[in-house]
């Protein structure tokens, strides 16, 4: 339905006022617009205040822990109450941690990542013109923007925000006397999240019903480029897990602010027993992490399909072993849903079953190990263009491998119940899943900056950008690792207070210096990117001499991504240095019958009218089949 | 170009379709995760339901699969052109649906008031029971609305592929849920004891 041809475009052009709700007004443009290119740079501005949000939050903590008794007057004059005598206060350090945790994970690296570039890509790389649903789609980022507002509004409560942890373990969470941060933070945590989930299920319906439904011409499920798997993959894990935490976050709302006991048992609270029995907080790990892990995946995987894409692009290779690419992104949703457990091992788990989700967790290593194999074996020999996109690229690929690592000491039943809740997690995770991810979505945004802004960003503060985050990000989680194996406990807000912690204060510091070096590198990449989209150098239709069909829509923006028909694919993505082709890339669009001296048998395998076209040709021109 | 271009978006209704089907997904695993929970928690704790359920839910049961059929009227009736009578048979589906809805809520006024089975209770088994019926119940209104609109329009002129269209579109949602709380009746019914 979507290949329509729109062939009198250039009468009915003065016709566009005769409706007059189609009139372009700066409402439905730039605030509430169903254009899926608006929603994604929306997506994308929301995503990166909300990370600069979090990014300072951990600095205030870092600074804490790097200086645990010292005063800063400034911590007062800023935070007021939460900060007395220029000392953070506990309950609110915790509340820092939380939040840190919730905006990273869920405001930036899900819908922050997803939102922009499902948004931005999923159109324009499979010939469509706009998502299935437009205004689901608005409603999408409407919703995710109330959440993004009533997460940020927890500081102004007069208790602070949730401080639980982002996992929201009941019953701190549950009970709303525990400490501060469980009572009316907690409530707007769960509200924030309520909205959340909404606008990531609306948006996650249309990624799927879009990709399935609306691809142009030629474009099979096999042509599609890998971020399309990846973004659709990612928006089937959401579809399946995030019902799951509504399922969770009910019964705990019940428990909260109802009185049942699904979750509470046996409670006593400032010396008075409480009425709850029978409760299992456990049933809540379970529905959580049921959620939770997947939710790494979802968080993983755009980054994975885009730096495949700009690995492939600045390599000027074709990506090394495409279908496995794929089925290593089937294998990792799989498995994801398999593998909630490994989160559990401490909870007084059944050592057998503890066993399965050892075994499960450690078969995700095969489909990440034939992922990151295949990235390096597309730089190998590339005609490598480093540019700042690229750099981040390949700077996943670097976290994903030195991440990755640790996860398997950590998915070891084992080994985890040392490790457990120690800084080797955090070092872990932070470079697997947050460190990797925000590499993907930074390489993306200088990438597909020019498709979205129609300039270019600065690369010279693009690579100091990359330089000081790549160091940055290595000295602040590296360390970590070491803190974790000596049994250093994450979330602990002074290690002052204990004997066995006091020698890795200045390791500590040493680490908040690092972190706060790594932050001013994000205010060269805020304004560069703010610089850019107003002064920047003008884009050229395909500044990356790319092969996907995005960089076939004009320069630009409409409504509709293409002036005339849209284009018929005949080709996959990765054509890039072709043999016997004059350019080194040749794009989807072109058909092979105007590339016969690149083509090789292999391009006709279920074509057999082509190939006897090809066999003729080549007769004809003498061509030796094997050539290569 | 514009008008064209809107045209498009409209014609794209196999797509739409397909997003409801993936909303049905969702909705199965949100019932799939509850009922998990149930299974979970049961299984951990030994807390049975224990609970003769109440015959409302017989009832409740009988009278949206009565509501299926008259939508499945309904849509045939629409596709055979006869619209009076797809009125007719979507207004009693909508009331069959009211009766359903409040069937349900004197089910819980003889759980709560006649039998002490409360919400609030120290055997979440017994909570599971309104958890479960609440969020069927939640989804039920859900689809009251999508009825309603589905009536308001088949009183408009409205293109035939676009009442073949929500037609369709309801019909998916209201099967579904009453394939769900058939699922939830049987569930609670095998755990009963």
Not at chain 1, 18 to 44: P, R, W
Not at chain 1, 65 to 90: H, I, N
Not at chain 1, 360 to 381: D, E
Not at chain 1, 551 to 560: A, K
């Amino acid at each position: 339905m979507s290949t329509l041809a729109v062939h009198d475009h250039g009468i009915v052009h003065h016709e566009e006022g005769h409706e007059h709700h189609h009139k372009q007004t700066f409402l439905n443009t730039y605030v509430f617009s169903q254009d899926h290119k608006m929603i994604a740079k929306q997506f994308l501005i929301t995503g990166i205040t909300m990370a600069f949000i979090g990014m300072c939050l951990s600095l205030l903590f870092r600074i804490q822990l790097a200086y645990p008794d010292k005063a800063f007057p400034l911590l007062e004059t800023l935070l007021g109450r939460f900060a007395p005598g220029g000392r953070l206060s506990p309950d609110f350090y915790m509340s820092l941690v939380t939040i840190h945790g919730t905006i990273m994970v869920f405001f930036v690296l899900t819908a922050g990542l997803s939102g922009t570039f499902a948004n931005l890509l999923i159109p324009l790389q499979i010939g469509a013109r706009d998502m299935a649903s437009p205004f689901v789609n608005m409603l999408s980022y409407w919703f995710f923007l109330m959440a993004s507002l009533v997460m940020v509004s927890s500081f102004l409560v007069q208790k602070g925000p949730a401080s639980g942890g982002w996992t929201i373990y009941p019953p701190l969470s549950a009970l709303p006397k525990a400490m501060p941060g469980s009572g009316e933070g907690m409530t707007l945590w769960l509200i924030s999240m309520v909205l959340f989930i909404a606008s990531s299920l609306m948006g996650g319906i249309n990624y799927i019903s879009t990709i399935l439904n609306m691809r142009t011409k030629g474009m099979d499920l096999w042509k599609m480029p890998l971020t399309i798997w990846a973004l659709f993959l990612t928006a089937v894990l959401g579809v399946l897990a995030f019902p799951v935490l509504v399922a969770g976050v009910v019964l705990l709302i019940f428990d909260r602010s109802f009185g049942t006991s699904f979750y509470l048992s046996d409670i006593v609270l400032n010396g008075q027993v409480q009425p709850f029995e029978g409760g299992s907080p456990i049933l809540f790990q379970h529905l959580f992490w049921f959620l939770g892990h997947p939710e790494v995946y979802i968080i993983i995987m755009p980054a994975m399909g885009l730096s495949s894409e700009i690995l492939a692009v600045n390599s000027r290779k074709p990506i090394f072993g495409y279908h496995a690419m794929v089925y290593s992104l089937i294998g990792i949703s799989v498995l994801s849903f398999i593998v909630w457990g490994h989160h559990m091992f401490v909870t007084g788990m059944n050592p057998f079953l503890g066993g399965v989700f050892m075994i499960t967790t450690l078969i995700i290593a095969v489909p990440s190990a034939v992922k990151t194999f295949n990235w390096l074996a597309t730089l190998w020999r590339g005609n490598i263009r480093f540019t700042p996109g690229m750099l981040f690229a390949i700077g996943m690929v670097s976290f994903f491998i030195s991440g990755g690592l640790t996860g398997i000491f950590l998915g070891n039943a084992a080994l985890d119940i040392n490790l457990h809740d120690t800084y080797f997690v955090v070092a872990h995770f932070h470079l697997v899943m947050g460190s990797a991810a925000i590499f993907g979505m930074l390489a993306g945004v200088y990438h597909w900056f020019p498709k979205m802004f129609r300039r270019m960003m600065d690369e010279r503060l693009g690579y100091l950008h990359f330089w000081i985050t790549f160091i940055g990000a290595y000295l602040v989680f590296f360390p970590m690792h070491f803190m974790g194996l000596d049994g250093v406990p994450r979330r602990y807000y002074a290690f002052t207070e204990f004997e066995s912690m006091k020698h890795w204060l200045t390791v500590n510091v040493f680490i908040t210096w690092a972190a706060i070096m790594s932050g001013v590198a994000q205010v060269v990449f805020i304004a560069n990117f703010i610089y850019s989209i107003f002064f920047g150098k003008k884009a050229t239709q395909n500044p990356w001499n790319a092969n996907t069909l995005e960089w076939t829509t004009p320069v630009e923006h409409l409504h509709g991504n293409w002036p005339g028909e849209i284009p018929t694919v005949y080709r996959w993505p990765y054509d890039y240095s072709k043999p016997g082709h004059e350019e080194d890339f040749i794009p989807q669009t072109v058909p092979y019958s105007q590339t016969m001296s690149s083509n090789s048998v292999h391009d006709f395998e279920d074509n057999p009218a082509g190939l006897e076209e090809y066999t003729k040709w080549a007769v004809a021109n003498k061509v030796n089949e094997q050539v290569k | 170009m514009m008008a064209q271009i809107q045209q498009e978006d409209k014609i794209n209704l196999g797509a739409k379709k397909f997003g409801m089907w993936i909303f049905i997904l969702t909705s199965c695993m949100l019932f799939a995760a509850l009922t998990s929970g149930f299974i979970v928690y049961n299984g951990g704790h030994g807390h049975g339901l224990d609970v003769i359920l109440p015959q409302a839910f017989k009832y409740s049961t009988a009278v949206i699969i009565l509501s299926s059929v008259t939508l499945f009227m309904a849509s045939r009736a629409a596709k055979g052109l006869q619209f009076a009578k797809q009125r007719l048979y979507l207004w009693l589906t909508f009331f069959l649906g009211i009766a359903f809805f409040a069937i349900q809520i004197y089910a819980w006024y003889v759980l709560t008031y006649k039998m002490q089975v409360y919400f609030v209770n120290p055997n979440a088994s017994r909570s599971f029971i309104y958890v479960f019926s609440g969020m069927h119940l939640a989804h039920v209104l859900a689809a009251l609305l999508v009825l309603l609109s589905t009536i308001r329009s088949s009183y408009k002129n409205i293109p035939q592929v676009k009442n073949l269209f929500k037609m369709e579109i309801t019909s998916i949602f209201w099967h579904f849920l009453d394939i769900v709380w058939i699922y939830l009746y049987v569930f609670l019914l095998l755990n009963q004891y």
